[in-house]
């Protein structure tokens, strides 16, 4: 019986500490988000995932902005792995800042991801009026976007005018000559982690990430770099999309009027 008791005393001291640990985490977080205004618009944004990414690549991010009343979670947009597309609508795209979530079933191919995003954001025109949206990109999201953005059928009037697009921890390799081919009239936000000033985020080199301004720049509206520095905890490659920092880069970028991210 006390053996027992030890167990159980064990048990619940280790999932307190979680619990306070877990909090913690949480509040240093929110209090990127904590106070900041942004205006309202009716331009979605569009978040996509990166190589096997699923719900909770970016579910953590839309929840926050979401919880903050920076935005509105309008959205989930599902890919089959045959192609066929389901909307899944939450509240109106007419709400404050409109967040889609865009989830791939075959999540393992960015060239096919990128022509199924182009039949995303051809059907929300269709069935939705949206003539304007806003994506974001984590890794070989980021990859997905770009990979749309400088195809033809970006500029076709079927499909909505991309107006900003936020980059998150992702290389372009052999993408140097695709920047003329992208809309004169988007603004691009490059984000990039380094651990503890070791110039890398774990899994991609700070410079390789900031090569996408040689890439863009002479072509597009404007282009800003944002580099979030700390620990593995916080700047790791795949903790971007949960650091708070980010959250509020992205933000601002987004929906403020001005939307020059703070270095």
Do not use: C
């Not at 995932?49 to 959205?75: C, E, Q, V, W």
Request: aromatic share 10%; net charge positive.
């Amino acid at each position: 019986m006390k053996k027992e008791r030890r167990i159980i005393n064990s048990v619940l001291i280790i999932f307190g500490i979680i619990l306070f640990l877990s909090g913690l985490w949480w509040y240093r977080q929110a209090r990127f988000l904590q106070r900041l205004d942004v205006q309202k618009n009716e331009v979605p944004t569009l978040f996509i995932p990166g190589y096997r990414g699923n719900r909770l690549s970016f579910g953590g991010m839309i929840f926050r902005l979401d919880h903050y009343g920076l935005g509105t979670k309008a959205m989930v947009v599902r890919v089959s792995t045959k192609g066929k597309v389901k909307f899944e609508q939450r509240r109106s795209l007419k709400t404050k800042n409109p967040l889609i979530q865009v989830l791939f079933a075959n999540n393992r191919d960015e060239r096919l991801e990128a022509v199924q995003l182009g039949k995303v954001l051809t059907m929300l025109k269709q069935k939705y009026q949206v003539k304007q949206v806003n994506l974001v990109g984590h890794s070989s999201g980021g990859n997905i976007a770009f990979n749309y953005l400088t195809n033809t059928s970006a500029k076709k009037s079927q499909a909505p005018q991309v107006m900003k697009f936020v980059n998150i921890a992702t290389t372009f390799p052999g993408k140097e000559k695709d920047g003329k081919k992208l809309d004169p009239q988007l603004s691009i936000l490059n984000i990039a982690g380094n651990i503890w000033n070791f110039r890398t985020d774990g899994g991609i080199p700070l410079d390789r990430d900031m090569a996408l301004k040689k890439i863009v720049k002479p072509y597009i509206k404007s282009y800003q770099a944002k580099i979030i520095s700390g620990s593995p905890l916080t700047t790791y490659h795949s903790m971007l999309h949960e650091n708070g920092e980010v959250d509020r880069a992205v933000a601002v970028f987004l929906f403020k009027n001005g939307d020059q991210v703070p270095r």
